[in-house]
């Protein structure tokens, strides 16, 4: 399993009182699902709305992780 940074912006850093959290997982989805089990239905929620990014490059679908890689979820963000 790869160590990996999940980096938390917005709405989804306000859920989990964090801006990023280390995991242990092999694929973006892996990593996800756990996040999702760790922070509950308002981040799954949040997460559904949100764009995935793998080291700073858009995510479409899964993806294999590797040790130092980081995922970042955004959400949308609304202005005012």
Do not use: H
Request: net charge negative; glycine share 12%; no cysteine.
């Amino acid at each position: 399993m790869a160590n990996v940074t999940l980096r938390l912006f917005a709405s989804a850093r306000e859920i989990a009182g964090a801006g990023s959290i280390a995991y242990e997982a092999d694929t973006t989805q892996e990593l996800l699902a756990r996040a999702e089990e760790d922070l509950g239905e308002g981040f799954s929620e949040i997460l559904r709305i949100s764009r995935i990014w793998l080291n700073g490059e858009p995510l479409e679908g899964d993806s294999p992780i590797t040790d130092g890689d980081e995922v970042a979820v955004l959400p949308p963000v609304s202005g005012g």
